[in-house]
């Protein structure tokens, strides 16, 4: 049977851009179809803006790899139009249970809050992921979008001349050049369109190997999230075993620094490892099997001219935590609005430079957590595992000792603190909702507000009037007004109001707060609004 | 109470200070670090102040 990543879903096929006489020009071209460059091109066709996606290949994601998504990833494929198929797909869980040596210390419930469309967390394959973004590239193409993926597209060269892009494409029928006003690299951690352009990528380096393989089994564990520290089966090492589609297992077995990576990777050594692990009579088949040596790095700006980095290639953290293809899907979410208003001519470039802000606090975010979960499952001294294994002896007997056990802290929202857009804030309301912060969901009669809000301006008058649209020099804001007595259990209320009776949000396009009030004033609006759009 | 207390406030210092030997009797070097980090959690957990833990990791340092 031919497994999904080994279908082309973008065969190459010659496009008549390769015999313009003149390099063909384009407003935007997105460099990788992995999950963020999909996604990334799937939202600027919302826009309507015409996208070029290049990839060196033609098929999905090889293996498993990015499996983990979380609420707020869920809400973004959900405004690009996916959500649906992908958390129908995927499997939803909520336990974990922690491992020390031979027993289980503890299990933890994740207890999912009330009133939220999307559950906390969902595991598929990054193939069914890449395959679903597909899905929505096609209707969108059936819409009339201008929206391409040209595959076996190889970027071999960039050049960036004053307001132009020039890339150099290879293809199985040799080279062409392409024109665009901007770039956007989405093409992984080994990024070439970085070092074509000669971009830094510093950070630290973990010393360890990760052995990660995909197996497929008719087993009883259960939809749990499994993590050991110290196994019998994986001496002074870690594992996580996590469930996905289809009986699909994520096995990850540490395995530390001095290995011969493609001897760890033949069958005959791996498949003894997982035996040991999941008990000699386990019947297993091995999917796919890949060994990772992670990195925790950034680089320093995510925007160079007209050139934008995104997701890996813009920074790398450790497995651990969901921060991987999670983050890469807010990068995205946080730029293409922003590129929108530029191409318009309704918002100065200078409004992309906030995009280094803020998913640069982002990237910083993610790589302090990831950089201390990797601290906690290897420590880096002999003082540094004697306190891990105190911990986790500790945890075994007391409460305390439980949220200091640090297996992958995973993947929460950024809240764009002392962002350049933020604008007006009401103290009296809650902080969860301060500008700056993502759209917290909330029931809203029979549908969702993260339904309600996203790619447009939004003002939301909570218990209160405010007009139906506005046009802010160019600028559309759309108006609506919510009830909170609609919310039995009290969530909107909660979480927008606090002790007041009314307040008005303005939100951006990628459903985060641009500031809040009170009462409604139209210069108010208008003046955050030039703010958010780097008008100001 | 939001600052670290290095007035004296253990009663009977002598007791405690045997009771705190005495717990180490017997154990190796590396059972020995194992029970100080428990205990070292256990005590951070009861004062639960992030300001008073973190004078007190300051006040630990050896006077140079």
Not at chain 1, 1 to 23: G, H, V
């Amino acid at each position: 049977m031919s497994k999904i990543f080994e279908t082309p879903l973008y065969p190459y096929q010659r496009s008549a851009d390769q015999d313009a006489p003149a390099p063909a020009r384009h407003p935007v071209i997105v460099i990788g179809a992995g999950p963020i460059g999909l996604a990334a091109a799937i939202d600027l066709a919302q826009h309507d803006i015409p996208v070029i996606v290049l990839d060196d290949n033609d098929k999905v994601s090889w293996g498993s790899r990015a499996i983990c998504y979380a609420k707020r990833p869920l809400e973004i494929l959900d405004r690009l139009g996916c959500g649906d198929e992908f958390v129908d797909k995927g499997v939803v869980w909520n336990l974990g249970k922690v491992f020390f040596d031979e027993r289980k210390i503890y299990e933890f419930d994740l207890l999912p809050e009330e009133g939220h469309k999307r559950p906390a967390f969902v595991n598929l394959q990054q193939y069914h992921f890449e395959e679903y973004l597909m899905h929505r590239v096609v209707a969108l193409q059936e819409e009339g979008k201008k929206l391409e993926v040209r595959g076996m597209n190889r970027v071999a060269g960039i050049e960036e001349q004053g307001e132009t892009v020039l890339v150099t494409i290879d293809t199985p029928e040799g080279s062409y050049r392409l024109e665009c006003d901007w770039l956007i690299a989405c093409d992984g951690a080994t990024s070439p369109a970085r070092k074509m352009l000669n971009m830094d990528f510093i950070g630290r380096v973990f010393e360890d190997n990760f052995l990660i393989a995909d197996v497929i089994m008719e087993a009883d564990f259960p939809t749990e999230r499994w993590f050991w520290f110290d196994p019998p089966f994986n001496r002074n090492q870690s594992a996580l075993l996590h469930k996905q589609p289809d009986h699909v297992w994520r096995i990850d077995l540490q395995l530390g620094w001095n290995i011969d990576k493609d001897e760890e990777k033949k069958p005959e050594n791996v498949i003894p490892r997982l035996k040991a692990m999941l008990g000699e009579d386990a019947k297993f088949e091995l999917e796919w099997v890949s060994i990772y040596t992670f990195q925790c790095r950034r680089m320093e700006k995510f925007r160079h001219g007209r050139v934008l980095f995104a997701g890996d290639s813009a920074h790398q953290v450790s497995p651990f935590g969901a921060r991987g293809a999670n983050s890469g899907l807010q990068d995205t979410d946080n730029l293409i609005w922003k590129l929108k208003l530029v191409i318009d001519g309704v918002a100065p470039e200078g409004l992309l430079d906030s995009y280094d802000y803020e998913r640069i606090l982002g990237a910083d975010e993610n790589i302090m957590n990831s950089s201390r979960s990797t601290d906690f499952i290897t420590p880096k001294s002999d003082v540094s595992r004697t306190f891990r294994n105190a911990v986790l002896d500790l945890a075994e007997r007391f409460e305390f000792a439980r949220p200091l056990v640090n297996s992958g802290r995973l993947s929460i929202p950024s809240v764009y603190d002392g962002s350049p857009l933020n604008g007006a804030d009401d103290d009296d309301l809650p902080p969860r909702t301060r500008p700056g912060a993502p759209i917290v969901d909330a029931p809203v009669g029979d549908t969702w507000l993260t339904d309600l809000i996203g790619n447009r301006f939004q003002l939301v008058g909570i218990n209160t009037e405010v007009p139906a649209s506005l046009d802010v020099d160019g600028v559309r804001v759309e108006g609506m007004r919510i009830s909170s007595a609609e919310d039995s259990d009290g969530h909107l209320q909660k979480r927008y109001l606090g002790a007041e009776d009314q307040a008005v949000y303005l939100f951006r396009p990628d459903q985060h707060v641009a500031a809040r009030w009170i009462d409604y004033s139209e210069n108010a609006v208008r003046a955050a609004l030039d703010t958010a759009t780097g008008r100001a | 109470m939001t600052k670290l207390n290095t007035k004296t406030n253990i009663s009977s210092p002598d007791d405690f200070y045997a009771d705190l030997i005495a717990a180490h009797e017997g154990l190796s070097k590396a059972e020995s670090d194992a029970y100080n980090a428990r205990l070292i959690l256990l005590l951070a957990n009861h004062i639960g102040e992030r300001k008073i833990l973190a004078e007190a990791l300051e006040a630990a340092r050896a006077h140079p």
